[in-house]
């Protein structure tokens, strides 16, 4: 339905694209519904012997965070898409629905490839040399991820006899490895998702969004599933998710340029949501979220200065003239938020979903999750403080009468904006059980300390230490990578 959707909209946009936008409205709130009453449906596509799906507490969280991340791309940036962006966004949706729920690997398989075709689609929108360079980048990178997938799918169905995530412990652990590596790669966890960075520092703002918000999600729910399942895949994901939490976020500290910081946070925030099988999901969810927000509003929506510096907006924004208090306030308020909810900071969602991560991962691993969250808020509060000084710039040219102001106007997407904080405000009193005094007390001190390691490391120049990675990322890139972990698994075990 999603995809028949899109392709309606397609053709006929202008009647189509209200029904698009309330069709994502009705799954967001089918999905809210789904996690806050706990409904478990399976059902079987083809009778017997089809192919098997599970609505769960795995489906419901990554639904909802993407049908929120197309509703957001597609309104706020409704006047910059081209008509097959539609098409893209559900047929999108209809492959991460598939992802999710399936509970078969060959369906899984089918609908990450899916993800990868228009995910390529998606980068290469902005339509220069570069996009284009990085989305044939992903297309192989994703190509080579998926073979290593599909070589571990075949070796698992040698000794199971069955495609069935529930039966992978019939398989061997070479198979488990090769699976795990290719789902990792789609979901952007280090190592192999040293392509997230690149992607989202260039691509369009409304592609970074769902890129963030629900692309590199669609390996999160396999990865869950199987970790719950099978012990042996819970505990190497405590190790791989220790080390992309705390690598991708010191590296996120000492990098300036603000998407590719975005970038690697999320490397790292995903790393954290692998940790506990229980809420991977739902951590990926607030995540995804709060990335699609920040992405949406990086940069004000118009300052003619920042789109001579920045390469993240595109030119065929809206014009000077159209700007307004208003809106500057409503894009400033919704990243603040939406960053402190990253933050973990008290009364957010994130504070929320790090509380309940916390609680179900081994005690060792908190400690590591503790200097994440540290390093974390370090970043954010760099994003913060610079994004404020874009406003007080902003708001000094339209005080000069440089711009005309139309705040009486009614804005469609500021509304909307600051609808989206209140509601990462209001789900944190959804789970009163973690908002104790202790938690409370951690999350503050970090955010203290966060401050006055920012301060601490605000006039280190660390150009000479970030562009020599950031060059040989962007020359050798996420293909080679993976190309190289493929050859490094098929030489140590000869396959």
């Known amino acids: 339905m999603p995809a028949t959707v899109g392709f309606l909209g397609c053709v006929f946009h202008r009647i189509f694209f209200p029904i698009c936008l309330a069709y ?5 709130a089918f999905s809210i519904a789904g ?15 089809g192919i098997q799906f599970s609505f769960d507490q795995f489906t419901y969280p990554l639904l909802f965070g993407t049908s929120f991340s197309l509703f957001t791309s597609l309104l706020l940036f409704r006047k910059q898409l081209s008509h097959y962006f539609y098409q893209i966004s559900f047929v999108l949706l209809t492959a991460l629905t598939v992802a999710f729920s399936a509970v078969d690997l060959i ?17 290469a929108d902005r339509n220069d040399n570069k996009s284009l360079f990085l989305s ?10 998926m073979l290593i997938y599909l070589i571990g799918v075949i070796g698992a169905f040698q000794f199971s006899a069955t495609f ?4 992978l412990s019939y398989a061997t652990p070479i198979a488990l490895c090769l699976i795990i590596a290719g789902l990792m790669t789609k979901a952007g966890i280090f190592i192999c998702g040293l392509w997230v960075p690149n992607i989202y520092s260039h691509a369009s703002p409304q592609s970074s969004a769902i890129l963030a918000g629900c692309v590199t999600c669609a390996g999160i729910a396999p990865i869950a599933r199987m970790s719950g399942d099978l012990v042996p895949i819970a505990n190497s994901m405590v190790v791989i998710g220790v080390l992309s939490a705390v690598v991708a976020a010191l590296y996120a500290v000492f990098e300036r340029d603000d998407g590719r910081a975005l970038g690697w946070s999320s490397v790292s925030q995903l790393g954290l949501a692998i940790l506990s099988p229980t809420y991977a999901c739902i951590y990926a969810m607030q995540h995804g979220v709060c990335k699609a927000l920040l992405f949406s509003t990086l940069t004000p929506e118009d300052p003619p200065a920042h789109h001579e510096q920045s390469n993240h907006h595109s030119a065929d924004q809206e014009t000077p003239s159209n700007v307004s208090t208003f809106q500057n306030y409503a894009s400033l308020i919704v990243f603040v938020t939406a960053s402190l909810s990253v933050m973990a900071f008290p009364l957010t969602s994130g504070f929320i979903t790090k509380s309940l991560l916390k609680g179900d991962i081994p005690t060792n691993a908190k400690i590591i999750v503790s200097t994440s969250t540290l390093l974390t808020t370090t970043v954010y509060v760099r994003l913060i403080w610079s994004r404020i000084q874009v406003f007080l710039g902003f708001r000094r040219e339209i005080m000069a009468k440089k711009y005309h102001n139309k705040t009486s106007s009614f804005y469609t997407n500021q509304i909307f904006l600051i609808i ?4 990462i405000i209001s789900f944190s009193i959804t789970d ?37 990675v950031t060059r ?9 990578v993976v190309a190289a972990l493929l050859l490094a698994n098929l030489l140590y075990f000869k396959i």
Request: charged content about 10%; glycine content about 10%.
């Open 107 to 123: 369906s899984i398989y089918i609908a990450l490839e899916l993800t990868g075709f228009c995910a390529f689609l998606l980068i």
């Open 432 to 468: 009163r059980s973690v908002l104790t005094y202790d938690n409370i007390v951690n999350a503050l001190t970090a955010t203290g300390l966060g401050i006055i390691l920012y301060a601490s490391v605000v006039g280190l120049q660390t150009v000479k230490i970030v562009k020599p």
């Open 164 to 167: 069935l995530i529930r039966d």
């Open 472 to 480: 040989t990322l962007d020359l050798v890139g996420a293909p080679f």
């Open 24 to 28: 994502l409205v009705g799954l967001s």
């Open 136 to 145: 044939f980048q992903y297309l192989i990178g994703g190509g080579l991820a």
């Open 35 to 49: 996690i806050f009453n706990a409904w478990e449906a399976s059902y079987t596509l083809m009778w017997i012997g």
């Open 420 to 423: 989206s904080s209140i509601a």
